[in-house]
């Protein structure tokens, strides 16, 4: 399972991308609104760190199929691996099946059930977002709609990949990975929370103690 960095922040991104693990940024409105830079600035500073190859996904702000594209295409200039992403909702359905023949790939995003997974595959949407922190906020069961989307993907034999959001902990991405999910998206604290263990501290600095005597010369 790929892991992409749900985040706008620079530094944050550099840290991520030395480390070899990410294979994309995803971005939201509000997560850019947290930088206090314009979306324009924000994605040519992002695609600057990652470089051509990398998956950028930046969000349409429109409402309306036409707004959405037109607001798509000029974001598309901004990276050359950009995905737009596109708030699930009829008009956004309209925009992605437009988008697909004009060769712009989309990710439908604000995904809560499998139906709307369905729909967004159908329209010809290359990326699906399942935002499983926010289905377990209100009681329900995050990594269960994105299982019912994955095997509902494996059982048709469909190429729409899910791209996990609102992940929130280490177990999210855990239990994505053992569902077939195609990606998690998720912010740089996971990440660190995912590479410490405190047996693995306590063990190294063991180690390095138990150095101090070991003969040297
Ligand atoms: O990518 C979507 C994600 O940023 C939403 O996360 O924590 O606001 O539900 P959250």
New binding site residues.
């Given amino acids: 399972m790929k892991i992409f960095i749900?985040t706008a922040n620079v530094e944050e991104i550099k840290n991520a991308y030395a480390l070899g693990i990410v294979e994309g940024v995803?971005t939201?409105p509000?997560?850019i609104a947290r930088e206090g830079k314009k979306f324009e600035d924000a994605i040519k500073e992002i695609s600057g760190i990652v470089g051509d190859e990398t998956y950028i996904f930046g969000e349409v702000i429109g409402l309306e199929a036409d707004k959405m594209v037109k607001e798509a295409h000029e974001i598309s200039k901004l990276h050359k691996k950009m995905i737009i992403k596109i708030p699930m909702c009829a008009e956004g359905l309209k925009a992605v099946s437009l988008l697909k023949k004009d060769g712009i790939r989309t990710c439908v995003?604000l995904c809560f059930s499998a139906g709307q997974a369905l729909l967004a595959s159908n329209a010809g949407a290359a990326f699906v977002?399942p935002?499983l922190?926010?289905v377990d906020d209100i009681g329900w069961d995050g990594l269960q709609l994105v299982s019912e989307i994955a095997e509902m993907f494996a059982v048709q034999d469909i190429k729409t990949q899910i791209v996990a959001?609102?992940t929130?902990n280490p177990l999210h991405v855990i239990g994505l990975a053992k569902c077939g999910c195609d990606v998690a998206?998720v912010?740089y604290k996971i990440i660190m929370q995912m590479i410490e263990h405190p047996l693995t501290r306590d063990g190294l600095q063991k180690f390095l103690k138990d150095w101090e005597s070991v003969p040297k010369n």
């Fill in positions: 749900d995803t939201n509000s997560i995003t977002a935002f922190g926010r959001a609102s929130r998206t912010p």
